[in-house]
Nanobody, 129 residues
């Protein structure tokens, strides 16, 4: 069982930046595809960004392209999400998820056709002035 822990959420003004981290002490995260999802109040969960173990490719949802960057820090055993130019509509609980399958690209996880095996408890991001 892999326990994922998110950190870095908080309150930030529009236009500001935050860096979310997903960590685990249970295994090495570079063996997993890792994705960030978010769920805003009253809305369905949506994929935000993903980094694949198949080809190390990264995927971003349209609303965050050009503003968010996902990356691995293998020294710290984390996957980080740099979020810049934050907007009020980015307000949500952000979850990281991980999966070791070598068969599914990030698009499958984003679409919901394949559920990732391990999930964190989430970290809240609030963008407000």
């Amino acid at each position: 069982q892999v326990k994922l822990v998110e950190s870095g959420g908080g309150l930030v003004q529009p236009g500001g930046s935050l860096r979310l981290s997903c960590a685990t002490s249970s295994d090495t995260l570079d063996r997993y595809s890792v994705a960030w999802f978010r769920q805003a109040p009253g809305k369905e969960r949506e994929g935000v960004s993903c980094i694949s173990i198949i080809d190390s490719s990264t995927t971003y949802s349209d609303p965050v392209k050009g503003r968010f960057t996902i990356s691995r820090d293998n020294a710290d055993n984390t996957v980080n999400l740099e979020m810049n130019s934050l907007k009020p509509e980015d307000t949500a609980v952000y979850y990281c998820a991980a999966d070791r399958s070598p068969y599914y690209h990030c698009e499958a996880f984003f679409s919901g056709s394949v559920s990732m095996d391990y999930w964190g408890q989430g970290t809240r991001v609030t963008v407000s002035s």
